[in-house]
């Protein structure tokens, strides 16, 4: 049976061993979001898209001339020379392929069969507009007489005239009369195409 020793008041007993400290285990963590997929990388040759639109191409920009043709002899010659004045600065002359060549003389015939309406229907052409917008090329003849030009139904044998209108319409695009709001007469247009890209 052991006995108990008495100490001295303030004199420490035999060292206890120390208590363990309780550990506490970590709380798990909830299961974090699966991180997304590295985007795939694009095959090869095909172009990177930066997520951005695009932008869109502008439009060409109009270029257009006018000849004034009010009480000037011969006409219709001036407005040829005009007009081919206006594709050789363009690139349209002098040709450099067959097509190239037809679209030319296309746009001449327009330019004459227009001005020659005028002066045979609406008393002579005050102005030609020759313009362009990219591949499109816009012809106007702009006159002071009353009515528009239409296609003959009938055309007599031997007299002349009566088949400018139709040349008009199979050569161009669109063609059309415009009244002009602030002045008496109309404009009388066409609109032809430009050669194939590479002609």
Not at 111 to 117: F, G, M
Not at 162 to 183: A, C, K, Y
């Amino acid at each position: 049976m052991g006995t108990t020793q008495p100490y001295p008041a303030g004199e420490p007993g035999p060292e206890s061993p120390t208590p363990p400290v309780p550990t506490v285990s970590p709380t798990p963590s909830a299961p974090s979001a699966p991180s997304a997929a590295p985007a795939s990388p694009a095959p090869a040759g095909a172009p990177a898209s930066s997520g951005a639109p695009t932008a869109t191409e502008p439009e060409p920009a109009r270029q257009t001339r006018s000849l004034r043709l009010a009480g000037a002899a011969g006409v219709v010659s001036l407005a040829r020379e005009f007009a081919r004045e206006a594709l050789r600065d363009w690139g349209w002359l002098p040709s450099v392929s067959e097509e190239q060549r037809a679209v030319a003389e296309d746009v001449l015939l327009v330019v004459s069969e227009l001005v020659t309406n005028a002066c045979l229907h609406a008393d002579g052409p005050e102005e030609l507009r020759v313009s362009r917008s990219g591949k499109l090329l816009r012809v106007e003849v702009l006159d002071l007489g009353d009515g528009a030009p239409a296609l003959a139904t009938t055309r007599r044998v031997g007299s002349p005239g009566g088949h400018g209108m139709f040349i008009v319409q199979r050569l161009s695009l669109d063609w059309g009369v415009t009244e002009n709001p602030d002045q008496p007469g109309k404009t009388v247009w066409a609109e032809l195409s430009g050669p194939s890209a590479g002609d």
